[in-house]
């Protein structure tokens, strides 16, 4: 299992930062462009419990494939996590977690997730899936400094 921990500042209040991240279509915003993402299926209404998120990615080599997630839990303003049923790793369990902080919002992200094919995972995740993921969130962290 690989552990991801990042945490991002931004200048605006908790409640705007919320309303961005429990809104599944800014997922598209935030992703980078080379990871070709599109939205299956996902429900107009509020981040729940239980909610179904379908997507369409190219992670790796232009490789498409499906990904579908559930929203395990949600605590309105504070946290959500998420859990991949379908999708290119094994496990993927991504706790989003937000907290009021020097007049902005704290944003956490910890990410907890195993790659198919072990052992070989060790080698794919040192040469590429690693790296990948760094550089998918600090595109991420770029992209919010300006929406945010």
Do not use: C
């Not at 179904?52 to 504070?78: D, N």
């Not at 996590?81 to 907290?99: A, S, T």
């Amino acid at each position: 299992m690989y552990h991801l921990y990042n945490e991002q500042w931004i200048d605006a209040p908790i409640e705007k930062a919320w309303e961005f991240f429990s809104d599944p279509k800014n997922l598209l915003r935030i992703t980078p462009k080379k990871m070709n993402m599109q939205i299956l299926e996902a429900p107009d209404r509020p981040m729940h419990p239980g909610m179904i998120l379908r997507y369409k990615v190219s992670p790796l080599f232009g490789i498409s494939m499906q990904w579908t997630s559930a929203i395990l839990v949600v605590k309105e303003g504070e946290y959500f996590l998420d859990e991949m049923l379908e999708g290119p790793f094994k496990v993927w369990h991504h706790m989003h977690r937000f907290e009021k902080k020097e007049g902005g919002t704290l944003i956490i992200d910890d990410l907890h997730y195993k790659i198919p094919l072990e052992p070989l995972s060790k080698i794919f995740h040192s040469a590429l899936v690693g790296r990948e993921l760094k550089h998918m969130f600090e595109h991420r962290e770029n992209v919010i400094k300006d929406l945010l």
